[in-house]
Nanobody, 126 residues
């Protein structure tokens, strides 16, 4: 059974940075495409970023492109989301997700992901 645990959220001023981490409990982490999603108050959960099993391919939502970077360390079973130049509109609960896909595919759709973390709150003050 795969368990995902996010950490690194918190309160930061606009323009600041945070790094989220997501620890994957399974023994086959390198077989999973990983993704980050977020849900702001009163809004639906939306795609943020995704990375393939090697870490060689990534994709981002237009709203975070150039500011956020997704990466992974397969030796540590962990995926990261480095968030720079944060804006108040980045305030949300951020979720980590895993999709079994050793094909190297990238997924934007939530329905492609089999496993989800509990979420970590990111609040950006103006």
């Amino acid at each position: 059974q795969v368990r995902l645990v996010e950490s690194g959220g918190g309160l930061v001023q606009a323009g600041g940075s945070l790094r989220l981490s997501c620890a994957h409990s399974g023994r086959t982490f390198s077989s999973y495409t990983m993704g980050w999603f977020r849900q702001a108050p009163g809004k639906e959960r939306e795609f943020v970023a995704t990375i393939n099993w090697t870490g060689g391919s990534t994709r981002y939502a237009d709203s975070v492109k150039g500011r956020f970077t997704i990466s992974r360390d397969n030796a540590k079973n962990t995926v990261y989301l480095q968030m720079n130049t944060l804006k108040p509109e980045d305030t949300a609960v951020y979720y980590c997700a895993a999709a079994y896909a050793r094909s190297g595919a990238l997924y934007n759709a939530q329905t492609s992901y089999n496993h989800w973390g509990q979420g970590t709150q990111v609040t950006v003050s103006s």
